[in-house]
């Protein structure tokens, strides 16, 4: 079973920063993009940063600047830095992988269960 775990989201005052971090387990073959998204009430889900083979990166206009997606080697273990946070920030964040789970050589996105962020004013 594949599954995607988030951790480091809370509740901080507007300039701060938190870093959030997925760690990705089970029977991996490939992984092609990770990603991060973000759900704000009454609002619909949103990319906010994305990173794919090779390292190339995207980022939603609201974030550039601001945010940083990385990963480690193997991809399984991405992180979200989020700096210079302000109220409109505040979201559930999810963690997001399109990947193959082993021997299926297809290729299928897999979701984590969201992380809260909340930015005070």
């Known amino acids: 079973q594949v599954q995607l775990v988030e951790s480091g989201g809370g509740l901080v005052q507007a300039g701060g920063s938190l870093r959030l971090s997925c760690v990705l387990s089970?029977?991996?073959?490939?992984?092609?993009?990770n990603a991060w998204y973000r759900q704000a009430p009454g609002k619909q889900r949103e990319l906010v940063a994305s990173?794919?083979?090779?390292?190339?990166?995207n980022y939603a206009d609201s974030v550039k600047g601001r945010f940083t997606i990385s990963t480690d080697n193997a991809r399984k273990t991405v992180y979200l830095q989020m700096n210079s946070l302000t109220p409109e920030d505040t979201a559930v964040y999810y963690c997001?992988?399109?990947?193959?789970?082993?021997?299926?050589?297809?290729?299928?996105?897999?979701w984590g269960q969201g992380t809260q962020v909340t930015v005070s004013s």
């Open positions: 990173i794919v083979t090779g390292g190339g990166t």
């Open positions: 997001n992988a399109r990947l193959m789970v082993r021997s299926t050589y297809r290729w299928s996105d897999y």
């Open positions: 089970g029977s991996i073959d490939n992984i092609n993009i």
